[in-house]
T-cell receptor, first 115, second 112 residues
Framework: DTGVSQDPRHKITKRGQNVTFRCDPISEHNRLYWYRQTLGQGPEFLTYFQNEAQLEKSRLLSDRFSAERPKGSFSTLEIQRTEQGDSAMYLC?????????????FGPGTRLTVL | DQQVKQNSPSLSVQEGRISILNCDYTNSMFDYFLWYKKYPAEGPTFLISISSIKDKNEDGRFTVFLNKSAKHLSLHIVPSQPGDSAVYFCAATYRGNNDMRFGAGTRLTVKP
């Protein structure tokens, strides 16, 4: 399977704990995006990497959130001191400039539940 | 600040008939629009897109229409098939921007 993969698929944690999610993009894609999706809503942009550089962050990305893409391949999204409002589906997507305007390929997502 | 709106949360059609999903946007800077389809437990899958220099783009059973003056686009699926049952998201962006804005989605159910 050469699509975007995310791990874990589900995470249940207690309020106040830290969690980390991983995303492996399609191998030749140099752009990587993180989105958050809550029930009944579409995905909301969180942040964007081109290779290892984090070029854009949404105001939705509070100080408790940090994302990295150390070698320009996989990326991690960490949430510190989780709150119940962080419960959502976290989606990763990747794209390659040669594939058009901004066609992004999404992974299956990590569903986070904060108790 | 919801710049992309899908006002119909759900739509039900009979197999073989046409499905029409609608999307409105408010940001005049948007010049590229995409439709994604999402099945349960999967991420959104790209379906079809349209640039603002066009008013129609067709791919098999799927056609997207863009009305720039009305800031409105629609996705037509004809004929509809039960396998088309999914949530459809409209998305919009513009050149140089990496922040793609999504609508809330429309759940399409195609009945056999």
């Amino acid at each position: 399977d050469t699509g975007v993969s995310q791990d874990p698929r589900h995470k249940i944690t207690k309020r106040g704990q830290n969690v980390t999610f991983r995303c492996d993009p399609i191998s030749e894609h140099n752009r990587l995006y993180w989105y958050r999706q809550t029930l009944g809503q579409g995905p909301e942009f969180l942040t964007y990497f081109q290779n290892e550089a984090q070029l854009e962050k949404s105001r939705l990305l509070s100080d408790r959130f940090s994302a990295e893409r150390p070698k320009g391949s996989f990326s991690t999204l960490e949430i510190q001191r989780t709150e119940q409002g962080d419960s959502a589906m976290y989606l990763c997507a990747s794209s390659f400039p040669g594939q058009g305007y901004n066609e992004q390929f999404f992974g299956p997502g990590t569903r986070l539940t904060v108790l | 600040d919801q710049q992309v709106k899908q006002n119909s949360p759900s739509l039900s059609v009979q197999e073989g008939r046409i499905s029409i999903l609608n999307c409105d946007y408010t940001n005049s800077m948007f010049d590229y629009f995409l439709w994604y389809k999402k099945y349960p437990a999967e991420g959104p899958t790209f379906l079809i897109s349209i640039s603002s220099i066009k008013d129609k783009n067709e791919d098999g059973r799927f056609t997207v229409f863009l009305n720039k003056s009305a800031k409105h686009l629609s996705l037509h699926i004809v004929p509809s098939q039960p396998g088309d049952s999914a949530v459809y998201f409209c998305a919009a962006t513009y050149r140089g921007n990496n922040d793609m804005r999504f609508g809330a989605g429309t759940r399409l159910t195609v009945k056999p």
